[in-house]
């Protein structure tokens, strides 16, 4: 078990140090501005929508090391996914950071997201790993606005 959390540990500190997909993407269709006063993470997640599935997905922002890797780990995952899809990976990760019941995730591959579910272990961490998700969700089905921890 010990191998298996350095590797997540691994994973994070990499994502962390070189997020995937970090920057402002030009001409979004979507986006959405995410807060965790607790910690200081703030983020923005920018979308661009084509026929209802993600064609590029982008943030931008500064945060602790979950926080970031989240974010990187989500925009690699999301792309070329339909909002339907999105919708589903939002619903299983937040089981899996919160320890609910993860509904059925079969005809998706989510095992990336799995380096982030021991932050159940540590209940302040979890708004750290859902802040992003929780702006995409905004992004996809508020036009936007700003969505906070609190």
Known sequence: ???????????????????????????????????????????????RLNDGVIEEVRFEGRGCAISTA???????????????????????????????????AADLDLAKLEVLSGVREFPARVKCATLAWHALNSALHHAGGKVTTE
Not at 86 to 93: K, L, M, P, R, S
């Open 70 to 104: 989240s974010a990187s780990i989500m925009t690699e995952t999301l792309k070329g996914l339909s909002v339907d899809q999105a919708d589903h990976c939002f619903e299983v990760f937040h089981a899996m950071a919160t320890g609910a019941a993860t509904p059925g």
């Open 1 to 47: 078990m010990s191998d298996l959390r350095d590797l997540y540990q691994e994973v994070i500190l990499d994502h962390n140090r070189n997020p995937r997909n970090f920057g402002v993407l030009d001409h979004p269709t979507h986006q959405a501005q995410g807060v965790n006063p607790l910690c200081g993470d703030q983020l923005q997640v920018f979308l």
